[in-house]
C-alpha cells in the first residue's frame, strides 16, 4: 500500500485514499492515514483494518460517492 491508493476501512466500511503511511520498525508494522467520509483518520494499523478496494463497482461506487 502506498499513498494515492484507494483502500477500504475494515472497521468502519469507508472507502478512502490512503494520505500518509509510516512503518513502525519495531513493530515491523504499516500504519496508515486516510481521507475518508470527508475527513483525514488518525494512525490506522493496515494489517488488521485496511484492505485495498480491488472490485471495479467499489471504485465507482467510491467516485459516485464523492460526486465523480
Not at 45 to 56: F, L
Request: without cysteine.
Amino acid at each position: 500500500m502506498k499513498k494515492g491508493d484507494l483502500v477500504r476501512d475494515l472497521g468502519t466500511g469507508d472507502m478512502g485514499i490512503i494520505t500518509d503511511t509510516y512503518m513502525q520498525p519495531q513493530l515491523n508494522q504499516l500504519f496508515i492515514k486516510m481521507f475518508a467520509a470527508g475527513r483525514e483518520t488518525g494512525w490506522i494499523r493496515a494489517i488488521d483494518n485496511i484492505e485495498p478496494v480491488q472490485d471495479p463497482r467499489d471504485v465507482v461506487e467510491w467516485e459516485h460517492q464523492q460526486g465523480r
